[in-house]
């Protein structure tokens, strides 16, 4: 787009993932933005990106490694100009973004927790000695290790209704999903129970829609300014230091969670080994605007009291 508002024949287009989630995101935003500014539907165009993380199934994400597994192939459209803007999960964007890409805007937050998963039981306490639980996420199995060493993780991959219809078939008598994901996609009903962030802390930004675009193309910010979230930003500033602090990789079983007390902000964050043998936790109140400066704090803490190779075994 180079002047004027998005129209059918220039329209604005939005770059997502294909899987049902992204999809519910992606329209969230085209959405907002159309009642923001009375735009029709036809003034956006949502352009499904395939991306390495949701082609590759049968390995877990913590093997492939690398950043921005479900980023790079959108950010490339965004930097060769395919592409205005990508609606992404906040909770997979690498704290570090490519040259002249940034998060612009952020959408109010959703529910953070996440949700315990079952058919047969209503929350974590209540599972069996010895119980399979399905997680592809070493966040969840480590804090959920910590708590119940007896529980037996396997590795359940796949989009949400994967991991569903897993749970269904037997392979594991529990799971975990972030509420916000099953919200957007109008799967509340699968909820079993919601876990407080003070038995389960989410990890950092879950349930925040962010969407990048290129830093100078002032057209675009204009746009995204009226459905831009401020306590939510606030929020992303200081978990997001909170991890990049930690250099959190997919291989670092990290928590963090900032809410909005009045005028101040309270931060909690953890850091777990692999095998949920140790935990460490700590938590700040500060200012809003101190944000960004909580979470780097708390990070150098928590990194000074785990050790060096803490994340290791
Ligand atoms: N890593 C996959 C992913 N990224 C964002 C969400 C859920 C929505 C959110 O946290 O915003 C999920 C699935 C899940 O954890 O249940």
Redesign the pocket.
Known sequence: MTAGPPSPDRPLRIGTRGSP?ALA?AHETRDRLMAAHGLPEAAFEIVIVSVMGDRVQDRA?SEIGGKGL?TKEIEDGLADGSLDIAVH????MPTVLPDGLAITALLP??D?R??FISHRHGGIAELPQGATVGS??LR?RAQLLHRRPDLRVVEFRG??QT?LRKLAEGVAEAT???????R?LGMEHEIRSAIEPDEML??V?????GIESRAGDGRVLGLLEPIHDRPTATRLAAERAFLAALDGSCRTPIGGLAVIEGQSLWFRGEIIRPDGSERHWTERRGALSDAAAMGTDAAAELRARGGAGFFDG
């Not at 975990?176 to 099953?182: H, I, M, Q, R, W």
């Open positions: 989630l995101q994400l479900f999960s906040m909770k997979d937050r959703e953070v996440d949700a592809s996420s969840r989009n949400v991991r975990f999903l972030a509420c916000a994901g099953l957007r989410p990890a930004a879950q349930g925040a829609i």
